[in-house]
């Protein structure tokens, strides 16, 4: 078993990863992490010895379109904006992910 993990490092983890989870959820998800950090204890376990390192199990490679901007039409661009939950100014508008106040207060 891992050593012990209290919900207040499970509630700095999440608050790193910008998440929120009510009491019900962290009641539920520390247990849950502590398996995960059990699992990797385990895989740390076992002998490696000679066995090569690989960077992908299959020989496939992937196949890469060429990146080209293409001109949407009026349409294509209201019915993009349309599926958008928040838009400002013709734009799509998405939540700050990096807090730069002094306080981390937005």
Known sequence: MA??????????VADLAKLAFTDAELDKFTPQLEEIIDLFKELEEVDTTGVEPMSTPTTEVNVMREDVAVKSSDQERQALLDNAPETANGLIKVPAIIDESEDGEE
């Open 3 to 12: 050593e012990q993990l209290d919900r207040q490092q499970v509630e700095h």
